[in-house]
């Protein structure tokens, strides 16, 4: 509870904040609210006018000047340069043709081409940068033959189309030298055997099946290693399409 006796100076205090209060809201009620619109204001509210003397400074009119402006002592000629004001004639701006730069040739040509139900692939050999590409439909050499892409793949043939819309077609080309050898040595062997006497002819007959024999041989063992090149040119074009699909899906 609070002591009045212990806390006199703060009673006092609170008991004058208290006498003031009601002495102020009383004298409030009794004199109202001022009209500050019906107090007159006392003397002449108006601005005098003044006048300020100016100094003597001693200079003529701006008109005795005029030499100065019409001869600039600045210049040479004692002429005022002119000066265009921007917006008079509008700048005239050239526009420069882009320089086309000359697509060269394509030079290159098919190694391989792997044709699958889920993707085709052609291996194409750069002539220039002397390497070997692996391309789907829609791709583009790199290097300086860029501007050339593979438009479509078929079986034996592919088609390129450069940006300015001309278009190449190679042809996947197949070594078949000792196909054409061995032919023309059977071709040799039989007119030969038809020039001898016919006491050799049966001797002839047996070389002759042992070169087409060995012929056969060969030309098998051309197409064994065909297909193995193949298979292996199929397995690294499928690999390298899987590289780059892995790489896509990182990406």
């Known amino acids: 509870m609070f002591d009045l006796q212990r806390n006199l100076l703060t009673t006092l205090l609170v008991a004058g904040t208290g006498v003031l209060v009601l002495t102020g809201g009383g004298l409030a009620l009794l004199m109202g609210r001022p009209d500050l619109a019906a107090i007159e ?13 100016v100094p003597d400074t001693g200079l003529q009119d701006f008109s005795a000047y ?17 000066v265009e004001s921007p917006g008079e004639e509008e700048e005239v701006v050239v526009e420069e043709e882009p320089e086309t730069e000359e697509i060269k040739d394509l030079e290159a040509e098919i190694a391989g081409i792997v044709i699958t139900p889920d993707m085709k692939l052609a291996m194409v050999s750069d002539k220039q940068a002397d390497k070997t590409f692996v391309l789907r439909e ?4 790199e290097g300086e033959q860029a501007a050339w892409k593979l438009n479509t793949i078929q079986p034996r043939r592919v088609s390129f189309v450069s940006v300015d819309g001309r278009e190449t077609d190679l042809e996947l ?15 040799q062997r039989e007119q030969a055997s038809q020039a001898e006497p016919e006491g050799e002819q049966a001797a002839q007959e047996t070389d002759q099946r042992e070169a087409s024999e060995e012929a056969r041989a060969r030309a098998e063992e051309i197409r ?8 292996q040119l199929r397995a ?16």
């Open 41 to 53: 204001p006392q003397g002449n509210t108006e601005a005098a006018d003044a006048e300020v003397d």
């Open 66 to 82: 005029s030499a100065i402006v019409e001869r600039p002592v600045f210049f040479s000629d004692r002429q005022l340069p002119v």
């Open 138 to 141: 829609g791709m583009n050499l």
């Open 173 to 187: 080309k197949v070594n078949t030298q000792g196909l054409a050898s061995a032919s023309a040595s059977n071709r």
């Open 224 to 231: 064994r290693r065909v297909a193995e090149r193949r298979a």
């Open 236 to 251: 690294e074009a499928e690999r390298r399409a899987q590289q780059q699909q892995q790489q896509d899906n990182d990406g």
